[in-house]
Structure formats: C-alpha cells, structure tokens
C-alpha cells in the first residue's frame, strides 16, 4: 500500500517506531566540540600519577595546588 507524499505510513499496532539515525564521525565531533568551548580544546583530567608523586614529595599540599591548577584551567575555557 502505497501512502500519500508527506504522510508517515502507520506503523502496526504495537510496533515501535522505525528511528534512523545518520551521523558521521566529523560532522559530530565538529559540533561538540564547538559546544563546549571551541574547536580543539579538550577538557583537561587530573592524572593520578602526578597526584602520587605530589603526595609523595611535597605532603599532599602540591596535589591541592595541582587539583586548583586544573580546575580552573577547565572552568577558564568553560569545560
């Protein structure tokens, strides 16, 4: 059965409806990255590595330093 152009055909009772989604990896990556704060930059994690080494040389005050360091490096670019 054919339908009428511009109308959905209906789908049995039941069914849920078919979605299609169509992305492609550049278009995607292009627009969240646009959203977040500009092409290109990323969201900067704290490693745990320099945390256990801080902790280990400077008493835990460097890890404070470096978690602020972070932090604001991310909320700057608004991340």
């Known amino acids: 059965m054919a ?23 550049s278009s995607s990556a292009a627009s969240s990255a646009g959203f977040v704060g500009g092409a290109g930059v990323r969201r900067r994690h704290q490693s745990l590595w320099v945390h256990f080494w801080l902790f280990m040389f400077t008493a835990g ?14 909320r700057d670019r608004g991340l």
């Open 61 to 74: 005050i460097g890890n404070i330093l470096y978690g602020m360091h972070v932090s604001r490096w991310n």
């Open 3 to 25: 339908t009428p152009p511009g109308q959905q055909p209906s789908q049995p009772y039941g069914q849920p409806p078919t979605i299609i989604i169509n992305n492609s990896s």
